[in-house]
């Protein structure tokens, strides 16, 4: 974890146990670690060499961890001025790249990309490089970057940024396609499925899109292909596209680990449940107490209510659910989610 600040595991697990046990020496720190006495004195003075640890005054042979706000906080800011100075190198980078001799006429508003390793790059670097949200739209016939591939995906999502994904009904088809639907479900990524998907596309935060160059045969001697859009009005219709395949695809959801489309489905016992306490005016939070429950599963099962219901808000979702029967059916099964009087 603080392998950014420049440790490296040892190390860190050396200042760990510093600070969580007080003052060791380095035949202690090398019993608690598993390794040589030499070692482990070895990364007490590379620790005392970053400042991260002194000798305790009046004890010999022992170490006491410095506190850890003023000196990792110390590196870190190094790290900020590092990283804001890296910033600038890349936007001077970037301007010297449009006004120079590369930079012909539109080179700015797209980039060709040939060959497979380097589609796959751009591939990578657009979702490591988005803030916000991904969109994609997935054929059964991927040509570079197979999802079981598709490293970059996980570690977005591991920093906050959104999925939403069409997938064409063929990738269920394919070998493992229903495991890694399953894995992005995981992820709390947002999927849904159509009959046919018009092209392969890529938009990260509405900023830069991914698109190949050929149709799904590429045609005999092709070399793979991609373009890499980044112009306003482009953005904006494929954006479109997007949203509106969006719209017309069924939502998916994980039940018992199965991926399951929700066309003709129903809510589940745990759906009816928090449906029926949140329509008695329990918060999510509550209702996550009372059924033992995460909150962002609250949550999520919520939005697959809206989603099941076709609706955008949860007053809309009050009523769909009167108006289907939902609410009925869960009184039918004895209010299994109804607060009990006092």
């Known amino acids: ?57 009046g004890r010999g042979g022992h170490f006491l961890a410095a506190p850890p706000a003023l000196a990792l906080g110390a590196v870190l800011t190094q790290r900020r001025h590092e990283l804001k100075e890296a910033e600038l190198a890349v936007a001077a980078l ?10 012909t006429a539109g080179n700015d508003l797209s980039e060709v990309v040939t060959g497979a390793a380097a589609v796959r790059r751009r591939f990578e670097q657009l979702q490591l490089g988005a803030e916000r949200e991904v969109l994609a739209l997935i054929s059964g016939t991927p040509e570079v970057v197979q999802s079981a ?31 890694e639907l399953a894995e992005a479900l995981e992820r709390e ?25 050929y149709g799904s045969g590429g045609g005999a001697g092709r070399e793979v292909g991609a373009l ?9 219709a494929l954006v479109a596209l ?15 680990g199965a991926v399951e489309l929700w066309q003709d489905a129903e809510p589940d ?6 449906l029926s306490l949140l329509l008695v005016g329990l918060t999510d939070a509550s209702v996550a107490k009372q059924l033992e429950v995460g909150l962002r599963t609250v949550q999520r099962r919520v939005k ?8 955008t808000t949860r007053m809309q979702l009050g009523w769909q659910a009167y108006e289907r029967g939902w609410v009925a059916r869960e009184r039918e099964r004895g209010g299994q989610g109804a607060p009990q009087g006092q």
């Open 304 to 311: 697959r209510l809206m989603d099941l219901a076709g609706v």
């Open 1 to 57: 974890m603080l392998g950014f600040l420049g440790l490296d595991e040892r190390q860190e697990a050396a200042y760990r146990l510093l600070v969580g046990t007080g003052a060791m020496t380095a035949d202690e720190l090398a019993r608690r670690l598993g390794m040589k006495e030499r070692d482990a004195a070895d990364i007490l003075g590379s620790l005392e060499r970053l400042g991260l640890a002194a000798p305790a005054a």
């Open 269 to 274: 016992d745990t759906d009816l449940r928090i």
């Open 242 to 256: 997007f949203e509106g395949l969006w719209e017309r695809a069924l939502p998916v959801r994980l039940t018992a």
């Open 149 to 179: 591939d598709n490293a970059a995906e996980p570690l977005a999502v591991s920093r906050g940024v959104t999925y939403r994904v069409v997938v064409e009904r063929a990738v269920l088809d394919l070998p493992g396609g229903v495991a």
């Open 189 to 213: 990524e947002q999927v849904r499925v159509v009959d046919r998907v018009p092209i392969r596309l890529l938009i990260a935060d509405r900023r830069a899109a991914l698109l190949p160059l």
């Open 94 to 103: 970037a301007e010297e790249y449009r006004s120079g001799t590369a930079a």
């Open 228 to 236: 890499v859009v980044r112009a306003e009005g482009v953005l904006e």
